[in-house]
């Protein structure tokens, strides 16, 4: 083993792990906190350790035949079969980028104390088109670079406030929250959900579609051939097959550790909360979103836009900013990927020789021109179905 080689082999692997922090996967994790507490835990690590085996499946795909898996796909099946599944591709992909791009426009939104509609910033995320075909063209390390830049923003703007239980504050949110650890032990690993309904299976179902992605697995395939592997060499592919397979444990289970927090401060913080309760708090701290919970007994819904309302309240304004950060830095590099591989998807199954700049603009327009129908007709405050929905189309 070799840490050098493992720093060669790193990045495919965190570009992929990305799709597992997207705004979906976060807001899929805090409303299953708050709807079922630590009860659809083991949900999370099965649906986690799944989809790392295929992730490997894909990588190693990649590294021996050389082929992206559309690429694969293309060669493997007819015309019908092949033009199904890339429809489902696309479907994936368009609901996926939804979720991402719909997460930085209501980051914008409450970064601009919500002077920039939704709209708008569904427009504004439509410039990370050109900043992807900026970092494209000096090569996939650059852009890789880039990546890590802004999971590093969310990483910092998430430690950077002790009290505020927001998805990147890890030992700190956890300490300050201080879960019931029986409780979380008997969520990682007992497969139950005692008095569960149907707002329970659905947050079940919807896991498993935030957490498994369909287009990551074409992703992660053709980002593995950026790494020169003499592939008439079975012991440099074995070696390859085992850092890319190192590194995807390691991106998978910082990711996978991430989620649990999530799920964990917004189960013990908010599980069972009613509307009066969360009303009084932000009518106490003078919260200019206070009537977005009505005082009734109603048990507490929350999304991406509500929980960054509710922290706002129970923490200060301060919390309320430091998520929208990382909401947005999260959004904005989900969105690349999933244009990357959408780049990928189209590439492959149809056999396109189109340029860069056709290609993804063509991919961007399919998957951003439902999202701003959504954005103009759709309040910022009612999403929360819409979200869960393409959880649960992306499980299936």
């Not at 021996?64 to 079969?81: D, F, I, S, W």
């Not at 000096?138 to 590093?152: H, N, P, Q, V, W």
């Not at 923490?315 to 590099?333: K, M, R, T, V």
């Not at 439902?370 to 869960?388: R, S």
Request: charged content about 15%; some cysteine.
């Amino acid at each position: 083993f070799s840490f050098r080689k493992l720093w060669a082999f790193t990045g495919p692997g965190f570009l992929m792990s990305i799709a597992y922090l997207d705004p979906g996967n976060i807001e899929s994790d805090l409303q299953s906190g708050a709807v079922a507490g630590f009860k659809l835990l083991w949900v999370l690590m099965l649906a986690t350790t799944i989809g790392l085996l295929l992730q490997r499946l894909a990588a190693r795909l990649g590294v021996v035949t050389g082929l992206h898996l559309a690429e694969v796909c293309n060669r493997q099946y007819q015309k019908v079969p092949r033009i199904i599944l890339w429809l489902m591709v696309e479907l994936a992909i368009i609901g996926s980028d939804m979720q991402e791009v719909i997460g930085s426009a209501i980051a914008i939104n409450l970064l601009s104390v919500g002077k920039i509609p939704l709209w708008g910033g569904v427009l504004i995320t439509i410039a990370d088109t050109f900043v992807f075909l900026f970092l494209d063209k000096y090569g996939l390390r650059k852009l890789e670079a880039f990546f890590g830049f802004l999971i590093t923003i969310m990483a910092l703007t998430r430690a950077s406030r002790r009290k505020s239980p927001c998805f990147f504050c890890l030992p700190a949110q956890y300490v300050t929250v201080k879960p019931n650890q029986e409780k979380l032990l008997k969520g990682l690993f007992v497969p139950y959900c005692q008095d569960c309904g149907t707002p329970q299976l659905e947050q079940a179902v919807g896991i498993v579609g935030a957490v498994i992605m369909p287009h990551n697995m074409y992703l992660h395939s053709a980002l593995v051939k950026s790494r020169q592997v003499n592939r008439a060499n079975k012991r440099e592919v074995r070696e390859a097959n085992k850092y890319f397979f190192i590194e995807s444990c390691i991106a998978l289970f910082v990711s996978f550790i991430i989620n649990v927090f999530v799920v964990t401060v917004f189960a013990e913080a908010f599980f069972e909360k009613t509307n009066a309760d969360v009303n009084d708090v932000c009518v106490n701290a003078s919260s200019p979103h206070s009537s977005l919970f009505p005082s009734d007994n109603q048990t507490l819904e929350v999304d991406i836009y509500k929980g960054g309302v509710v922290l706002g309240c129970y923490f200060g304004p301060a919390a309320l900013y430091i998520w929208a950060i990382g909401i947005l830095a999260a959004g904005q590099s989900s969105t690349m990927t999933g244009t990357y591989s959408g780049q990928f998807v189209m590439e492959g199954f149809l056999n396109l020789r189109w340029s860069r700049f056709a290609r993804v603009l063509l991919t961007r327009s399919i998957a951003i021109t439902p999202t701003l129908f959504v954005a103009i007709f759709q309040d910022v405050e009612h999403l929360t179905g819409m979200n869960d929905f393409l959880n649960v189309l992306m499980s299936l």
